[in-house]
């Protein structure tokens, strides 16, 4: 097994157990699969896939990071393209009227977390992440941001910046602070912008 420093990306559809419930698996198992999809193929950025988990990707890039501006153009490309399949697959499925609630309910939420030692292990063809970065990046997934979309970026993240790169200045978005605390992994601090202005 190696350990090795590494970037964690986490798009996770919000509205997945809400849309999954509301809707019948016909719809659903069509849908789903295809906002995944436009995920995966929306990397522009060289990250790889460790696991699709139902709802998310989970992404790795070991290596050179990539600088706060590429992360932030990527997450938008990640974003903006979501939602272009979101309506396309409305249009695709107006027959059910379900359909309505493809754009209402589901959206995008993205974690960026960076850990100084994952664990990469092969599992089959692919790589199984382990470790407490790992963990942690998931921990962030239950915050309590007050919108359902948005980029997370933590302060794990952001410390492997310089001053002038991490305050890298946006005009489509606020940085806004926030932190959850977890009994066995203390205070987690992370920044966030809000996606929604996009749609």
């Given at each position: 097994?190696?350990a090795?420093?590494?970037?964690?990306?986490?798009?996770?559809?919000?509205?997945f157990?809400?849309?999954?419930?509301?809707?019948?698996?016909?719809?659903?198992?069509?849908?789903?699969?295809?906002l995944?999809n436009?995920?995966?193929?929306?990397?522009?950025?060289?990250?790889?896939?460790?696991?699709?988990?139902?709802?998310?990707v989970?992404?790795?890039k070991?290596?050179?990071?990539?600088?706060?501006?590429?992360?932030?153009?990527?997450?938008?490309?990640?974003?903006?393209?979501?939602?272009?399949?979101?309506?396309?697959?409305?249009?695709?499925?107006?027959?059910?009227?379900?359909?309505?609630?493809?754009?209402?309910v589901?959206g995008?939420?993205?974690?960026?977390h960076?850990?100084?030692e994952?664990?990469l292990?092969?599992?089959g063809k692919?790589?199984k992440?382990?470790?407490?970065?790992?963990?942690t990046a998931?921990?962030?997934?239950?915050?309590?941001?007050?919108?359902?979309?948005?980029?997370?970026i933590?302060?794990g993240?952001l410390?492997?910046f310089?001053?002038?790169?991490?305050?890298?200045?946006?005009?489509?978005?606020?940085?806004?602070?926030?932190?959850?605390?977890?009994e066995?992994?203390?205070?987690?601090?992370?920044?966030?912008?809000q996606?929604?202005?996009?749609?």
């Open positions: 097994m190696k090795l420093p590494t970037l964690l990306c986490i798009p996770d559809i919000s509205g157990t809400q849309f999954m419930s509301k809707t019948d698996f016909e719809l659903s198992s069509k849908v789903i699969p295809s995944l436009k995920i995966v193929y929306s990397n522009e950025i060289g990250l790889k896939i460790s696991e699709i988990e139902g709802d998310a989970l992404f790795y070991t290596g050179e990071l990539p600088s706060i501006k590429e992360l932030l153009d990527q997450c938008r490309f990640f974003y903006t393209e979501f939602y272009k399949q979101l309506h396309a697959l409305k249009a695709r499925y107006n027959g059910d009227k379900a359909a309505e609630m493809i754009p209402e589901l995008l939420k993205i974690i960026l960076y850990g100084e994952v664990g292990v092969p599992v692919r790589i992440l382990i470790g407490e970065d790992v963990i998931h921990r962030l997934l239950k915050n309590d941001i007050p919108n359902d979309e948005y980029i997370l933590s302060e993240l410390s492997q310089g001053t002038n790169e991490k305050e890298y200045p946006i005009d489509w978005g606020t940085y806004k602070q926030g932190f959850i605390h977890e066995h992994l203390g205070e987690i601090k992370f920044q966030y912008i996606l929604k202005p996009f749609v």
